[in-house]
């Protein structure tokens, strides 16, 4: 009977204090940003983590499906961020949790990894180390340490529209539709066009592939309980043309969207 029991203890603290499927029941809060040492972060080759990257898992009874590389990562959607409350508690890699590192959590993406992160609200971008799994709320994509959402300038506010990208060391070699989808224009854009909207990814990714004919770089961003497929940022300049290129290819039925 005290096996049992110990066996039971031992059981509910290791999943207490894991943080490999954090579930905030508890108001989070801030850390003291002058603990911030490091403002930014040198990504480094790193094997993949024998915790945390089983094929799937299913949290809250949704499966979630790992991506297989990291390469062809590209997202546009909610950011929120995490810290104090999990300070030093284990990540899905067995990392002690610091807020005041620049790591994130991800769903799906295999870990560790590396990815680009961009404020699309202040234009603010950063680079970091994804050692995590969640964020389980639907609407969001991407969960950074407090450390990385402070850079980022959305610790008061709490979320941010982000566009996260993967990170590509320069001598590792891709596929050639690696980063299909990516503006690579770094200028403060005005428009985005709206070509379709799904409930679900595999719906949106199909409708993205069948585009790719047309050679206009598109995204999947999720907003409002839905996959959009965008494209975007556009200057002035650049609109009328995209414009009459979908028109030219049947593809009439969109919406240009100002941000």
């Not at 799994?133 to 969960?143: S, T, V």
């Not at 001598?171 to 690579?184: C, L, P, S, T, Y």
């Not at 497929?229 to 009459?244: A, C, F, T, Y």
């Amino acid at each position: 009977m005290k096996k049992n029991s110990l066996i039971l203890f031992l059981f509910i603290f290791f999943i207490n204090t894991s943080c490999s499927k954090r579930v905030a029941i508890d108001r989070d809060g801030p850390g003291n940003i002058e603990k911030i040492v490091h403002y930014e972060v040198t990504p480094k080759k790193e094997k993949r983590s024998k915790y945390g990257n089983p094929k799937t898992y299913k949290v809250f009874g949704k499966i979630y499906k790992l991506l297989e590389s990291h390469q062809n990562y590209e997202e546009i959607g909610i950011a929120s961020w995490y810290g104090k409350k999990f300070h030093g508690r284990l990540t899905s890699t067995r990392d002690p949790f610091d807020m005041y590192k620049i790591t994130a959590a991800h769903k799906t993406l295999p870990i560790p990894c590396y990815v680009n992160v961009e404020n699309l609200e202040n234009g603010k971008k950063i680079i970091v180390r994804v050692n995590d799994r969640g964020p389980f709320a639907d609407n969001r994509i991407i969960d950074l340490s407090f450390a990385a959402a402070s850079i980022l300038g959305f610790v008061n506010k709490g979320t941010a529209k982000v566009r996260v990208t993967s990170y590509i060391f320069k001598d590792e070699k891709v596929n050639n539709h690696a980063f299909e989808g990516i503006i690579e224009d770094d200028t403060i854009s005005k428009f985005y066009i709206q070509l379709a909207a799904f409930k679900d990814l595999s719906g949106a990714k199909v409708f993205k592939n069948k585009l790719s004919k047309i050679k206009i770089n598109t995204s999947i961003s999720f907003d409002d309980m839905f996959y959009r497929i965008q494209i975007g940022p556009l200057k002035n300049d650049e609109l009328s043309e995209v414009i009459s290129i979908l028109e030219k290819n049947n593809l009439s039925d969109f919406i240009v969207i100002k941000n």
